[in-house]
C-alpha cells in the first residue's frame, strides 16, 4: 500500500492521507463498537476529481474502498474490515446554490446535516429528514443508506428527498444528475437506484436535494398510553385528523427509566405508563388544535411549543440509542413491519427474548407512523447470533423488513433473503458485476 499512498498523496496532498494509527482511530471503530478494523489507510479528497482519481488508483492496485460519510452508520456499511481503505468524503462539504424557484439545493455528500439545516433555515425553508444523528450524520451518507428518522412518516425517507446525485463508480465513471428536473423519464432512474446502495455500486459525491417550506409552528407532545394498541387508536386520530402532523415515535417505560438515570433526568410524569408517545405537528399557524385526540387518548400529555421545550421532550426518545450502548455493545436489529402488527411484534420479540438470552435487556422504541420498530438487546455476546436471528424470522413472518432505515451493511447480509427473492437477489448480484466488477466498492456489504 505504500507505493499506493504516495500516488493518493499526489493526488489529495500528503495531509489527507492518513496511516498514522491515531489519526485513522476515529474512522476505524463505529459508534456502537461492533465494527472495527485496521484501515489500510484514510483518504480525503477535496473535489469529486479527486475522488474520481483516488477510485482509478484503488482500481488500479485493486483495493478495496469504502466510502464513509460521518460514521454514524449503525450496521457497519462504513467501517473498514482490516486492509480496506477508507474514503472519507467530509471535505466535500460544500452548500452550493439554493435555488428558490425550483426549491432545491446542492450539496457536498461531506456536508453536515446539522449545517444544512441551519442554512436552509435562514432562507424560509427547511430539509424534511431528521434525526438524532445532525451533529455528526453527512448528506452523502444519509443518501447512500436511505436514511429516515422521524419525519418520514409525512415526507418519505432520503430517496423523497434526492432529486439528482453525481456519483462517481469504481472504475471512474461519471453519474451527474444534478439539474433538479423532477420530470424526467429519459430512462433508468439511475439516482434512485444509487440511493440505498451503500456504497457498494458507486460513491456519491454531491447531492441535489429537495427542500420543504419552514414551518415555524411547531407543538410538540410526550403522551403516556397504557399500551401500543391505544397508541394505534391514537394514530389514527391523528391520520384522519391532523394534516400538520409530522412524528409519531415512541419508546417504553424501561428505555425511559435508564435514560433518566444516565442523564439525570426527571421522570416526564407521577404515574408510570407502558408506552410513551412522541407526537409533533407543524404548520405556518399554530396546529394545536389538530392534537386534540392526544389529550382524550393518554393517561398523561406533556406540551410544548418553543425550541427548548420541544428538545426536552425529544430527549427522552432521542437519547434511547446513546443510553443502551453506554450499557453494552447491543444486538441492534432495526426492522419494519405493517403498522397493525407493532403490538403482537413486540410481544413475540419479548417471548423470544426471555426464551433464548433471559437476563438480557431489551430495549423497544421507534418510528410507530412507519412501524419502524428499533429493537435492542443488551448482555448476550455478540456471536451468539441466535437473538437475531429469531428477530429477523419473526419480522419476515409478519410481513416486515429486516432492515427499515439503517441498512443492511455487514450486521445483516445472511439474513436479506428473509427480506427478498432468490431473483431479486440474483438481480442485484447482476447490477453489482456490471457497476463494479472487481468487487472494490464496500466489498460483502448489503450482498455477502
Ligand atoms: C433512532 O431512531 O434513534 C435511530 O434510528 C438510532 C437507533 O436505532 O437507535
Ligand atoms: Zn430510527
Redesign the pocket.
Known sequence: VSGLAERLSRVVGRAHVLEDEQLTAAFERDFTGRFAGRASAVVRPGSVAEVREVLRLCAEAGVAVVPQGGHSG?VGGGTPRDGELVLSLRRLDRIEELDEDAAQVTVGAGVILENLQAHVRERGFDFAVD??GRGSATLGGMAATNAGGPYAVRYGSMRAQVAGVEAVLADGRVVSRLSGLLKDNAGFDLTGLLVGSEGTLAVIARLRLRLVPLLPARVTALAAVPDLERGLELLRRLRAEAPSLQAVDYFHAHGLRRVCERHGLPLPFRADADVYLVVECAARRDPSDELAAVAELATETAVADDERGRAALWAYR?L??ETLTALGVPH?L?VSVPVARVPVFERDVEAAVARLTPGAELFLY??LGDGNV?V?VVGPPLDDQRIDEAVLRLVAGHGGSISA??GVGLAKTEWLSLSRTPDEIAIMRDLKRALDPQNLLNPRRVLG
Open positions: 449503525l434525526h438524532a432521542e434511547q440509542n441492534k432495526d421507534g418510528h428499533h435492542n432505515e439503517h
